[in-house]
């Protein structure tokens, strides 16, 4: 990488902008959440406060390639604005003379919004001239979102191309390479990583790189009874996919042959139905009686599992230990959020990635309290699979 936001000379300079608005609206096209956006405000402020001209350009929902009022960019202007503090200029396109006039008439520390990236079909077939017609707004590059950086797209990746030198990431960016590396690369150890969720199928991939990066992994939620049942034990009725029981046993070998502890919930809070108001009480894991399931993880391994947090530099959490929607199988969910807010007192690097353990800490109040919350959800599940992200690597190479 050439450069750093930190340190490129912005002064009088177009700096075109992929940031990810892909933001919820409300019937009347008001912003529900706009994490997102207060997300790209460090990196705009930055360049505006350095005298250059801010050019933004994002995709937002599913437009079936061409223009459609819904999806038009300008239901985000008036929040964006609001948040930055200053007017922000809007062109009912992204490529073309009517963008060229535009950003042509801007002063230093102007900021610009273009219209909706994909109202042309152009932009996920990545196509290169598209691209190129992208690129002409802007002297420098710089990719901010990374909620679609596992995507090559024509503005997430191919457009890299035409800044051989001048292109970067934002901070937001930057925040989550760096997290992303200080876990898969970390030479502080013990690394561990929990992982959790529903499903061992869709988190095998990652499952898999991490026997390659971390010393353990506590695994929770549903997929723990997959195991538990590859291991020879009966789990009731408790979420179990009987076609990746193999996979189950290899993935254990495989941690044994490569000196990775694995922690396995060893008791479990077990309910008579799948609700809040079921039955209740605790078992062992590998014992659930007919007619019961497995819903949470159980006293026992919240404390064993405390340990194995506790005693780590670098801790990754990705998917609940328990059904956490429902509060009465919450515990284990709540227990590992505040075990990792310890963990960050006392000097360890905390990273909550990918989908529901990131609607988990900012449902329990602690997203502060942990080293980062990763904003990208299947970007942050690819980069945990080991895969080289085209939106990050187009910018590195
Ligand atoms: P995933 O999308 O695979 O990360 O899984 C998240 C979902 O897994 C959440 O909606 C949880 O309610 C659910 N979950 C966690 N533990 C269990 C469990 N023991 N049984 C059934 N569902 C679970």
Redesign the pocket.
Known sequence: MSYQIDSYPFQGKRALIRVDFNVPFNEEFQVTDDTRIRAALKTIQKVVHDGGRVILMSHLGRPKGGPEAKYSMRHVLSKLSELLGKPVAFVEDCIGEKVKAAVDAMQNGDVMLLENLRFYKEEEGGDEFFAGQLAENGDVYINDAFGTAHRAHASTAVIARFFPTDKLFGYLMEDEVQSIDRVLNSTAKPVTAII????VS?KITILENLLNRVDNIIIG??MAYTFFKALGGTVGN??VEDDKLELAKELLDKAKQKGVQIFLPEDSVIADAFSNDAQTTTSESRGIPSGWM??DIGKQSIARFEEVILNSKVILWN??M????MSNFSHGTIAVANTLASATKSGAFTLVGG??SVAAINQFGLADQVSYVSTGGGAMLEALEGIDLPGIAAIKN
């Open positions: 959790g969720g529903s499903k869709s939620g549903g408790s979420l497995g819903l998917g609940p328990g059904v956490f929607e989908g529901d």
